[in-house]
């Protein structure tokens, strides 16, 4: 089976710290994405990429930036954590087919 | 881009009847329309899917059926059980574009 493992499940941070979301994969996806859910808002696309050191905006990418140095890694990271980025986070990967496997996501509070 | 709008936001049946959630999207372009089922603490998992030449898929007691000419597709869930009870997203995404653009969801209660 497709696993996808995001490092936290729940964080806690202050306001103006740096966070760092952690995301593996094991089935060699080429394809990782970040979303965030939200309630009455759905799944909102932060960040994609597609191969080792490329990466795309998606449609909500003010305040975060991504990293992914490794095929099986995809990294999401807030620079400087703010109230209205308390969230849940998920990570996925997509197989060749379209189909996107998730994570169990990582709820971010911040205070 | 793509704008993807789905309803109703909740829906409570009895155990045992039908529920049917509806999306409708607005990229012509789009050819692959994926559903999603979230339980309580989980990651989204995908339950069917259909593409642009198919008008209907059926996978046991669930089935989508899709209208392009309308830009509306539908999942139908058939004999409801308790453990349907969970969130269900559309998405949406065209050939050209590589990523999903997901409905707003739909928190689905089977009551016993």
């Known amino acids: 089976d497709v696993k996808v493992t995001q490092s936290s499940r729940y964080l806690v941070k202050r306001t103006g710290e740096k966070v760092f979301l952690e995301c593996v994969q094991d089935m060699d996806h080429e394809n990782m994405f970040w979303y965030r859910q939200d309630p009455g808002l759905g799944l909102r696309l932060i960040y994609f990429s597609y191969d080792v050191k490329m990466k795309e905006k998606g449609d909500i990418p003010e305040g975060y930036s991504v990293s992914r140095e490794k095929k099986e890694r995809f990294s999401l990271i807030l620079e400087s954590a703010s109230t209205n980025q308390t969230s849940m986070y998920l990570c996925?990967?997509?197989?060749?087919?379209?189909?996107?496997?998730f994570g169990e996501g990582s709820r971010l509070t911040v205070l | 881009g793509e704008n993807v709008e789905q309803h109703p936001s909740t829906l409570s049946v009895q155990e045992g009847d039908s529920a049917v959630i509806k999306c409708t999207y607005s990229?012509?372009?789009?050819?692959?329309f994926p559903w999603y089922k979230q339980e309580l603490g989980k990651g989204p998992q995908l339950i069917i899917d259909?593409?642009?030449?198919?008008g209907e898929k059926k996978d046991q007691r669930i089935a989508v059926t899709l209208n392009k000419t309308a830009k509306h597709f539908s999942l139908h869930i058939t004999e409801t059980q308790p453990e349907d009870s969970a969130v269900y997203f559309c998405a949406a995404t065209s050939g050209s574009a590589r990523q999903l653009t997901f409905g707003s969801g739909t928190q689905l209660t089977v009551l016993p």
């Open positions: 259909i593409r642009s030449n198919v």
């Open positions: 990229d012509s372009a789009s050819n692959y």
């Open positions: 996925a990967s997509s197989s060749p087919t379209g189909e996107l496997f």
